[in-house]
């Protein structure tokens, strides 16, 4: 447990307890148990609600005024997975657009670190929903992104997710893009 633990917070912290418990499926009390284990050989912080947080030593944070360019997101993404509270990246309006009540989550366009839209490759390029107005400096990261994407799926299945089309009908979208 304290190995899962380790390497955990290697790959998304610092984080809490409930966060680590969140993403392994396991109980808190187990988890909490690993963390005291280890507390020697963990960094302690206090998070912007108060909660305690905990880290690696050394651990790398990016300086808060770090760009956070535009992605596209996979389907079921770790980094949209690995908290309790969600909200740091997934704003509580695009929630219920973004996951879905069986678990499943949808291939995300992030904007500045948070989710902005959803997306899936269509024949053509990629279908980008927006549920809000972006940048052309946004839509020019998209792209790029889009870009890369198109060709490292060109050997592939071009509708992989067409199975999940019909959560595609009716999105909110500000504006709707095949890039």
């Not at 909490?32 to 284990?37: F, L, N, P």
């Not at 980094?79 to 740091?88: P, S």
């Amino acid at each position: 447990m304290q190995w899962l633990v380790r390497r955990y917070l290697e790959g998304f912290g610092p984080a809490t307890v409930q966060d680590i418990a969140q993403f392994s499926t396991i109980y808190r009390p187990p988890v909490r148990a690993a963390v005291t284990a280890l507390a020697d050989s963990l960094e302690r912080f206090e998070g912007p609600d108060g909660a305690e947080l905990f880290d690696v030593p050394g651990g790398l944070f990016p300086r808060e005024d770090s760009p956070a360019p535009p992605r596209l997101m996979a389907m079921w993404d770790s980094v949209l997975l690995a908290y309790a509270d969600r909200g740091r990246i997934i704003p509580a309006d695009y929630r219920k657009l973004v996951m879905r009540s069986n678990g499943d989550v949808l291939p995300t366009l992030l904007v500045d670190g948070h989710v902005a839209g959803v997306w899936r490759p269509v024949e053509g390029g990629i279908e980008a929903t927006a549920f809000k107005k972006l940048s052309k400096v946004d839509w020019g990261g998209l792209e790029r992104e889009a870009r890369a994407l198109v060709k490292f799926l060109a050997e592939r299945e071009p509708t992989v997710y067409r199975r999940y089309a019909r959560w595609w009908k009716g999105q909110p979208g500000a504006e709707v893009r095949v890039i």
